[in-house]
């Protein structure tokens, strides 16, 4: 699978400029595809062949290398338009920068390839049925010749049900953890369909079943290291996540505004025209606006912060950097969450028509915010806040 399929974006403004482009493009028919259930399958194919998939390729490989602060544009843009379709990209992302940090220059060579070609990397990370979240069961059992038997079961696998590559987060016989690269239809990989979420209900975060699946060494990345120094690995997935949560906000609140304005009727006590004239109304789209921009403007300021942490990292710019993405992520949970059930009290009965669809956003909302709780990362703010404590490396801040 090598050769050029896609675009190859050239900078940061060109990235913003073709997410956007999509954003436009996808809010089309994301009711719809949300009201039947119908997976993105053409819409990961242009985002494919847009190049997008491949803006965080270094430049020494022929990427465009964005910024962090872009590249939550970018998915803040996304997710504007269709929560699902931006939540699906987002390991995909993640272990592009896995790569980046532990992964061979031959490793390198040929993944940076293969994304910057419109591969799709998934995931095959959280396991159900165990203690915790970083119980992880998997085994990576090695081989005589120097490769390696996967054996497993995944859930939450969101992305891989479209993805060419599916990384697995997997245990070696030291009980270290690794990252294995695994082709999509490798013999003993199943994905199954069977995702049932109220909320992000075209991700198809279903089930990876990995029975058997060899595994050539060179497919396979040290990821325990990553944690053996600063790291800005959690920094990097949170970051995304808190992107996503403001673009729901974001489409919730725009989404609300054109239907009061288009279709809600004033109430006969206000004696106005129309609803959009109502001060009671208007007090509470300022309201919900000011949350939407304090989520927004934590997200850059977060980005900003893993940028400079990237520039130069130390274990105190990295745990600043933890910080300001816990402090974004926060912010736009509460925000989306807000805006998304908030919809229907400013937009009035109307706005619950199932045939609209509009309680798709705090479907999502409320479905992505459950990911990892916020009320950890409040406490790591606060512990760093009082007594400097710096928040743990263990990728999830």
């Known amino acids: 699978m090598t050769g050029p399929v896609a675009h190859v974006i050239a900078d940061d403004a060109e990235a913003l400029a073709v997410a956007a482009e999509l954003a436009a493009e996808f809010r089309t028919g994301a009711a719809y595809r949300d009201a039947e259930r119908r997976l993105p399958r053409l819409e990961l194919d242009r985002l494919s062949d847009s190049g997008l998939l491949g803006i965080t390729v270094p430049r020494s490989h022929g990427g465009a290398d964005v910024t962090a602060e872009t590249l939550a544009g970018v998915f803040r843009l996304l997710a504007s338009a269709d929560a699902s379709l931006a939540?699906?990209?987002?390991?995909?992302?993640?272990?592009?920068?896995?790569?980046?940090?532990?992964?061979?220059?031959?490793?390198?060579?040929?993944?940076?390839?293969?994304?910057?070609?419109?591969?799709?990397?998934?995931?095959?990370?959280?396991?159900?049925?165990?203690?915790?979240?970083?119980?992880?069961?998997?085994?990576?059992?090695?081989?005589?010749?120097?490769?390696?038997?996967?054996?497993?079961?995944?859930h939450y696998s969101t992305g891989a049900l479209f993805a060419d590559w599916i990384p697995v987060l997997a245990r070696g016989d030291d009980e270290e953890l690794h990252v294995a690269y695994v082709p999509r239809h490798a013999p003993g990989v199943t994905v199954v369909d069977d995702w049932d979420g109220m909320g992000q209900r075209t991700t198809a975060s279903g089930t990876v079943r990995l029975e058997s699946v060899l595994v050539p060494r060179d497919r396979v990345v040290p990821h325990h290291l990553t944690f053996r120094g600063p790291q800005l690995h959690g920094a990097l997935a949170q970051l995304l996540h808190a992107a996503i949560d403001t673009g729901i906000a974001e489409g919730a609140l725009t989404e609300a505004a054109e239907f009061v304005r288009a279709k809600s009727r004033p109430w006969f006590e206000s004696g106005l025209e129309t609803a959009a004239e109502d001060p009671l109304l208007i007090q509470q789209f300022g309201e919900l606006a000011l949350g939407v921009r304090a989520a927004g403007a934590l997200l850059a300021e977060a980005a900003r912060g893993v940028d400079a942490a990237a520039a130069d990292l130390t274990d105190d710019s990295a745990?600043?950097?933890?910080?300001?993405?816990?402090?974004?992520?926060?912010?736009?949970?509460?925000?989306?969450?807000?805006?998304?059930?908030?919809?229907?009290?400013?937009?009035?009965?109307?706005?619950?028509?199932?045939?609209?669809?509009?309680?798709?956003?705090?479907?999502?909302?409320?479905?992505?915010?459950?990911?990892?709780?916020?009320?950890?990362?409040?406490?790591?703010?606060?512990?760093?806040?009082?007594?400097g404590t710096r928040p743990p490396r263990h990728g999830l801040l």
């Open 319 to 387: 745990a600043g950097a933890s910080i300001a993405v816990a402090a974004a992520k926060v912010q736009a949970a509460r925000a989306a969450v807000e805006a998304g059930s908030a919809l229907f009290e400013v937009a009035g009965t109307r706005a619950a028509l199932n045939g609209l669809n509009l309680n798709r956003h705090w479907r999502d909302a409320r479905t992505h915010t459950l990911h990892d709780p916020v009320r950890w990362k409040v406490q790591h703010i606060g512990r760093y806040v009082l007594n």
């Open 87 to 154: 939540q699906i990209p987002q390991s995909h992302f993640v272990y592009v920068a896995v790569l980046r940090r532990q992964g061979t220059a031959e490793q390198q060579k040929f993944f940076f390839e293969e994304v910057l070609a419109g591969r799709r990397l998934g995931n095959a990370q959280s396991e159900a049925g165990t203690k915790h979240v970083q119980d992880i069961r998997t085994r990576l059992v090695p081989q005589p010749d120097g490769s390696y038997v996967l054996e497993g079961t995944k």
